[in-house]
């Protein structure tokens, strides 16, 4: 079975929807035959790369908010971070462009290490003090290193804005097919759809019922036909 996730490095509940998710998988009993793909999905794509702002600026900008209300959305987040064993620094935190990032997560894709540079980045964004935004493509090389990528293809990737583009963008695009209109969005075996940081809980419900209903393969059987097996193929009888 193929669980979906659509999310942005800059969403914070992606972040703790992740967590979430992961705690029902890991508890259930098919988890080995889940396959879990990341899929792009930009909350700000229209963001320039160098217009990095404080969080709390842009969410008052953006939400029409004060500040001090948008201080105290970052500290309930910072306490649904915690509740889920996660660091989230409250304060201090800025806001750029994350495509890049996502065209990174595609390469770490093909090189099979998608999962742990997705978790990097989302460490490095809300848990450490030094900016995702800010210190060039030198920063995202570092941290795919640590996510096991090699430094020279991660810099050919970032070297050349076309790389990974097109799959980004179709993954965008899929989202808006599948009515997705925020994230973190789940589609379990392209049957089911979770918005939202759910509840373990909700994701294990809907684990259990999406590997429930998968569907038996159906043979279209026209009698005895010619195949290749274990013993070997059958030889053509004149």
């Known amino acids: 079975m193929r ?4 999310s942005d490095i800059a969403c914070p509940w992606c972040y703790v929807g992740k967590a979430r998710f992961e705690k029902a998988l890991q508890a259930f009993p098919h988890r080995d035959e889940v396959e879990v793909v990341h899929r792009s999905f930009e909350l700000d794509p229209h963001r320039a790369k160098d217009d990095v702002q404080p969080v709390l600026t842009m969410l008052a900008k953006k939400y029409g ?8 959305g970052e500290n309930n987040l910072g306490a649904q971070a915690a509740a889920e064993g996660l660091e989230y620094r409250t304060t201090g935190r800025d806001h750029g462009n994350t495509f890049d990032m ?3 997560l595609h390469f770490a894709k093909e090189q099979g290490r998608q999962d742990e540079l997705i978790q990097i980045l989302y ?5 450490e003090e030094r900016s995702l935004f800010t210190e060039g493509d030198e920063r995202l090389v570092e941290l795919a290193v640590e996510a096991g990528l090699d430094a020279e293809n991660v810099r050919k990737v970032l070297a050349d804005p076309t790389a ?3 799959a980004v963008r179709a993954d965008e695009r899929e989202a808006a097919e ?5 994230v973190p969005f789940f589609v379990l075996d392209r049957k089911y759809g979770v918005s939202g940081a759910q509840p373990a809980e ?9 590997w429930g209903e998968r569907s038996p393969l159906k043979l279209i059987d026209e009698g ?3 195949v290749c097996g274990p013993d070997g193929c059958a030889v053509p009888q004149r």
């Open 164 to 166: 990974y583009a097109d």
């Open 224 to 226: 005895d036909a010619d």
């Open 202 to 210: 909700v994701f294990a419900q809907a684990l259990t019922q999406a």
């Open 123 to 127: 460490r490095a964004n809300f848990a």
């Open 65 to 72: 908010m004060s500040e001090a209300q948008a201080q105290a």
């Open 3 to 6: 669980v979906e996730i659509w």
């Open 102 to 104: 996502h065209r990174l």
């Open 178 to 182: 599948l009515g997705a209109n925020g």
